[in-house]
């Protein structure tokens, strides 16, 4: 039976690791990450709640979707809010009628969710841990978990040697559908069994309104904590090019879904103080390029990504990445204007 590449020595271990990052011209801390990417993915939704569960953001359009080409390193799920809440939340697209009725459905789902966490999820991924004769420390929060391992290849630094798990619970998840996620790892480790998931994902196209609608929202906000945030501005462009935007563009009922998703779930304020309106972002007034302090911030943060090796050489530099989202927020506000 093959070994697991858990169970495998520290120094075989880092051999397959520093060899295959020897071809593949990328850092062996990076690939190891991957591998626990893959090994979170594995254990939740091979989970008895794992049918409840959908994978989505940036991680989801690099490891299930192919269509960016950053190393994205923390995991994203959304438990179908209709599991959580069957009392209040149900249909197709389950929206609380009023701003009283969304502090309740967010105040109980944010209990539920917690209590889950701390009573399924941990005790899944402390479980799978030894299963796999795995070494590493769970830090529990109310709706996220930090997987903290010890590295066989260094690392540390802007990249973390730690998979963050961040759960969401106030949404369907939906559109999503099956796809098959594999370590990068895997053509270099023949003989060794590797994680390997089959997760729920959101469609990319759903991704893209998401990321469109929460930097429209920082945009109007006109500052935001940057650390880690550049890579959204770097995902629209990618998706961009992919022919991903250019769908979801086509597709203005489910940006107008996210839309009011939003507006109920996540109220933000602009510079001035007043509600940011994610329709506007659908209807023709979409912001994706930020200005003043925000734009600096994004750019030291970009600099860090490219430093550490989260993106290909090849990746735009930071002022290419804002004139594609410039271009992108230009071609997408003329549509609507046009009535399309």
């Known amino acids: 039976m093959p070994e697991r590449f858990m169970g495998l020595s520290l120094r075989d271990r880092r051999a397959l690791l520093e060899g295959a990052a020897a071809t593949l011209r990328r850092s062996a801390f990076i690939l190891e990450k991957d591998v626990w990417v893959v090994w979170v993915l594995q254990a939740l939704f091979d989970a008895p709640f794992g049918a409840a569960l959908v994978f989505k953001g940036g991680t989801s359009l690099s490891k299930a979707h192919q269509v960016i080409t950053r190393f994205s390193e923390d995991v994203d799920v959304t438990r179908d809010i209709r599991t959580l809440i069957p009392e209040l939340a149900s249909g197709d697209d389950p929206i609380p009628a009023s701003g009283s009725q969304a502090r309740k459905w967010r105040r109980i789902v944010e209990d539920r969710l917690a209590s889950w966490v701390r009573e399924e999820v941990a005790a899944t991924l402390e479980g799978a841990l030894a299963r796999d004769g795995a070494s590493a420390t769970l830090e529990l929060g109310a709706d996220r978990v930090a997987i903290r391992f010890e590295p066989v290849t260094g690392g540390g630094g802007y990249v973390r040697p730690e998979i963050l798990l961040e759960f969401g619970g106030r949404a369907t998840g939906e559109p999503a559908g099956l796809h098959q996620v594999r370590c990068d790892l895997a053509p270099?480790?023949?003989?060794?069994?590797?994680?390997?998931?089959?997760?729920?994902?959101?469609?990319?196209?759903?991704?893209?309104?998401?990321?469109?609608?929460?930097?429209?929202?920082?945009?109007?906000?006109?500052?935001?904590?940057?650390?880690?945030?550049?890579?959204?501005?770097?995902?629209?462009?990618?998706?961009?090019?992919?022919?991903?935007?250019?769908?979801?563009?086509?597709?203005?009922?489910?940006?107008?879904?996210?839309?009011?998703?939003?507006?109920?779930?996540?109220?933000?304020?602009?510079?001035?103080?007043?509600?940011?309106?994610?329709?506007?972002?659908?209807?023709?007034?979409?912001?994706?390029?930020?200005?003043?302090?925000?734009?600096?911030?994004?750019?030291?943060?970009?600099?860090?990504?490219?430093?550490?090796?989260?993106?290909?050489?090849?990746?735009?530099?930071?002022?290419?990445?804002?004139?594609?989202?410039?271009?992108?927020?230009?071609?997408?506000n003329a549509l609507r204007r046009l009535g399309a």
């Open 188 to 332: 270099f480790a023949q003989g060794i069994m590797l994680p390997e998931a089959r997760p729920r994902v959101m469609t990319a196209e759903r991704t893209f309104w998401e990321k469109a609608t929460a930097v429209h929202a920082w945009c109007l906000k006109g500052e935001a904590n940057g650390d880690r945030l550049s890579r959204h501005w770097y995902d629209l462009v990618a998706l961009d090019g992919a022919g991903v935007a250019a769908r979801a563009l086509d597709d203005r009922s489910l940006g107008t879904r996210v839309a009011r998703h939003k507006q109920a779930f996540f109220e933000m304020k602009d510079g001035a103080g007043g509600v940011v309106e994610y329709a506007r972002a659908i209807e023709g007034a979409l912001r994706l390029v930020p200005q003043g302090q925000l734009r600096q911030v994004l750019a030291d943060d970009h600099r860090r990504m490219m430093g550490e090796g989260m993106l290909p050489d090849n990746a735009p530099r930071f002022e290419a990445l804002l004139a594609g989202c410039a271009d992108l927020e230009r071609r997408a």
